[in-house]
């Protein structure tokens, strides 16, 4: 009869190989809250995931837990997909999660990832791109809800900061299905008038709630704005793709204000200690003028004039008597050549200098008659050509070839044979 009764732990290894081996539960999508969680020092999470009815204890490995883009707690709701298994050790089945999102929340965190994600590879979110705010404004838009805190705090730091600055409401829905439309159309319709920064956001809140300025239109809208936009969405730590395409980045509304306007006190500080530094450079650029003005008037030149004038006229009449001088030389250095020129035979005798010339120009028309060709051919030489070239070897003839014989009194072809 013992042949009968099996082991717990054969028992176990029978439902466990059940389990594994049920093709509906090696992928299961369960929903629930959270409890007992733990987070090992490896990296893996414990917990129980329980409704109203019941519970299974659920365990994630840290080659998983690491896509997890928050923090689990205890009380939170969460999807999460994984595959049924039995732990032998304790005979009781389990859920191994591969995958966990919030409840709800996830899926917004997800499109909120890969929106950012799409506009950050778009560059949207670059520095280069981000325009500066004026330090000075003369009017400040403001895009958010007409009423609540926000608006009312943006408005009382302005007036307390820089009361003289226009403020213009351009009221939107900031909640809900249609708010992003809405915060578009203002954004849009800031350009009609003529604001110099525009502070585009809302009181904090949900990601629901705030889930307007993660709207791909919205966040398209702020980077195509010609008006330098500061986005005050929510508290410090809330964070919206609002806030990485705007010019710049306020964590609260009142933060937004104090971006946007200096502080009156700041600034009247500020010009004090500017006349401060004014009066201060011109007291001292007096006294470098009067020390200067001093050394000038104490010169050789103020305190002694007429002297000045002496010198001058002593070095005048030296320069004066110089020039004299050296006109008198040239004009008898000119009367001297003059004379010597005037001297000369060509102006006592110029029929010498003719008969001179004559004679050089016979000389060479003889020297050119005895080198003349003609001349030779007249003494009895000859001239021979090849082709109109000059022979003057007679290498260079061969047989059969025609030459071209020049005497003084003609030509005559021959063929050598």
């Given at each position: 009869?013992?042949?009968?009764?099996?082991?717990?732990?054969q028992?176990?290894?029978?439902?466990?190989?059940?389990?594994?081996?049920?093709?509906?539960?090696?992928?299961?999508?369960?929903k629930?809250?959270?409890?007992?969680?733990?987070?090992?020092?490896?990296?893996?999470?414990?917990?129980?995931?329980?409704?109203?009815?019941?519970?299974?204890?659920?365990?994630?490995?840290?080659?998983?837990t690491?896509?997890?883009?928050?923090?689990?707690?205890?009380?939170?709701?969460?999807?999460?997909?994984?595959?049924?298994?039995?732990?032998?050790?304790?005979?009781?089945?389990?859920?191994?999660?591969?995958?966990?999102?919030?409840?709800?929340?996830?899926n917004?965190?997800?499109?909120?990832?890969?929106?950012?994600?799409?506009?950050?590879?778009?560059?949207?979110?670059?520095?280069?791109?981000?325009?500066?705010?004026?330090?000075?404004?003369?009017?400040?838009?403001i895009?958010?809800?007409?009423?609540?805190?926000?608006?009312?705090?943006?408005?009382?730091?302005?007036?307390?900061?820089?009361?003289?600055?226009?403020?213009?409401?351009?009221?939107?829905?900031?909640?809900?299905?249609?708010a992003?439309?809405?915060?578009?159309?203002?954004?849009?319709?800031?350009?009609?008038?003529?604001?110099?920064?525009?502070?585009?956001?809302?009181?904090?809140?949900?990601?629901?709630?705030?889930?307007?300025?993660?709207?791909?239109?919205?966040?398209?809208?702020?980077?195509?704005?010609?008006?330098?936009?500061?986005?005050?969405?929510?508290?410090?730590?809330?964070?919206?793709?609002?806030?990485?395409?705007?010019?710049?980045?306020a964590?609260?509304?009142?933060?937004?204000?104090?971006?946007?306007?200096?502080?009156?006190?700041?600034?009247?500080?500020?010009?004090?200690?500017?006349?401060?530094?004014?009066?201060?450079?011109?007291?001292?650029?007096?006294?470098?003028?009067?020390?200067?003005?001093?050394?000038?008037?104490s010169?050789?030149?103020?305190?002694?004039?007429n002297?000045?004038?002496?010198?001058?006229?002593?070095?005048?009449d030296?320069?004066?008597?110089?020039?004299?001088?050296?006109?008198?030389?040239?004009?008898?250095?000119?009367?001297?050549?003059l004379?010597?020129?005037?001297?000369?035979?060509?102006?006592?005798?110029?029929?010498?200098?003719?008969?001179?010339?004559?004679?050089?120009?016979?000389?060479?028309?003889?020297?050119?008659?005895?080198?003349?060709?003609?001349?030779?051919?007249?003494?009895?030489?000859?001239?021979?050509?090849?082709?109109n070239?000059?022979?003057?070897?007679?290498?260079?003839?061969?047989?059969?070839?025609?030459?071209?014989?020049?005497f003084?009194?003609?030509?005559?072809?021959?063929?050598?044979?």
């Amino acid at each position: 009869m013992e042949d009968k009764y099996i082991t717990i732990t054969q028992l176990t290894k029978y439902i466990k190989y059940k389990i594994d081996n049920d093709i509906n539960l090696n992928q299961v999508f369960l929903k629930g809250e959270i409890s007992n969680f733990k987070a090992h020092s490896r990296g893996h999470f414990y917990f129980t995931l329980k409704d109203e009815n019941t519970r299974i204890n659920a365990i994630m490995f840290s080659t998983n837990t690491k896509k997890v883009l928050f923090t689990p707690e205890d009380g939170m709701n969460v999807l999460v997909t994984g595959k049924i298994s039995v732990y032998e050790a304790s005979g009781t089945y389990q859920i191994y999660v591969n995958e966990m999102l919030e409840d709800g929340v996830g899926n917004l965190y997800i499109a909120y990832e890969q929106l950012k994600k799409k506009l950050e590879e778009e560059g949207l979110f670059l520095d280069k791109y981000k325009k500066p705010i004026p330090k000075i404004p003369q009017t400040i838009g403001i895009v958010t809800a007409p009423t609540g805190a926000a608006i009312r705090d943006i408005l009382s730091t302005i007036k307390r900061r820089w009361p003289h600055v226009k403020t213009i409401l351009l009221p939107a829905l900031v909640q809900g299905e249609e708010a992003k439309y809405s915060i578009v159309k203002q954004i849009e319709n800031a350009e009609n008038f003529d604001i110099d920064t525009l502070i585009v956001g809302r009181g904090g809140g949900s990601i629901e709630d705030l889930w307007a300025f993660n709207e791909e239109i919205v966040a398209r809208a702020i980077f195509n704005s010609k008006i330098p936009i500061i986005s005050a969405v929510g508290h410090e730590v809330d964070f919206t793709i609002a806030d990485f395409v705007a010019d710049l980045r306020a964590p609260t509304p009142t933060g937004a204000a104090e971006l946007a306007v200096p502080n009156k006190s700041d600034v009247e500080n500020y010009l004090d200690s500017l006349m401060i530094r004014v009066k201060k450079q011109v007291l001292n650029k007096l006294n470098i003028c009067k020390v200067d003005l001093k050394k000038i008037t104490s010169r050789y030149i103020f305190t002694n004039p007429n002297n000045l004038y002496v010198a001058k006229e002593q070095q005048f009449d030296m320069i004066y008597e110089k020039l004299r001088t050296n006109m008198k030389l040239l004009l008898a250095d000119s009367k001297n050549r003059l004379q010597s020129i005037k001297s000369s035979f060509i102006f006592k005798k110029p029929e010498k200098l003719l008969e001179i010339e004559k004679n050089n120009y016979l000389n060479l028309i003889t020297r050119l008659d005895n080198i003349s060709p003609l001349n030779t051919l007249k003494r009895g030489y000859t001239l021979t050509r090849k082709d109109n070239k000059v022979i003057n070897s007679a290498k260079l003839v061969n047989k059969k070839d025609k030459l071209d014989i020049e005497f003084s009194d003609g030509k005559i072809n021959v063929e050598v044979i």
